[in-house]
Nanobody, 125 residues
Framework: QVQLVESGGGLVQAGGSLRLSCAAS????????MGWFRQAPGKEREFVAA????????YSEDSVKGRFTISRDNAKSTVYLQMNSLKPEDTAVYYC?????WGFGATEGRSYDSWGSGTQVTVSP
């Protein structure tokens, strides 16, 4: 399995921006499709965005479209989540995940084989 470590979370005011990074190690990063998920207090984990192993395909959940952008740098074994125009409802722990193939679809957590430990994002009003 690939090991994943997220960074870049923090406290930001509404309307601000953050860029999350997820560094991978242990396996060939370019062989993995990647995703970002989040979990707010008292809520279930939800899909945020996904990117194919080549970076040629991306998909985002409706509530973040136009605000969040997923990208990857295979040479650096890193996937990013650029988050702009942040809202208080974006407050959550954000997790990156790696899939050897989206067998159940890119938005399904069960498609992913490895998960990071998460990074907290807090958006104040």
């Amino acid at each position: 399995q690939v090991q994943l470590v997220e960074s870049g979370g923090g406290l930001v005011q509404a309307g601000g921006s953050l860029r999350l990074s997820c560094a991978a190690s242990g396996r060939t990063f370019s062989r993995y499709d990647m995703g970002w998920f989040r979990q707010a207090p008292g809520k279930e984990r939800e899909f945020v965005a996904a990117i194919s192993r080549s970076g040629g395909f991306t998909y985002s959940e409706d509530s973040v479209k136009g605000r969040f952008t997923i990208s990857r740098d295979n040479a650096k074994s890193t996937v990013y989540l650029q988050m702009n125009s942040l809202k208080p409802e974006d407050t959550a722990v954000y997790y990156c995940a790696a899939a050897r193939g989206w067998g159940f679809g890119a938005t399904e957590g069960r498609s992913y084989d490895s998960w990071g430990s998460g990074t907290q994002v807090t958006v104040s009003p």
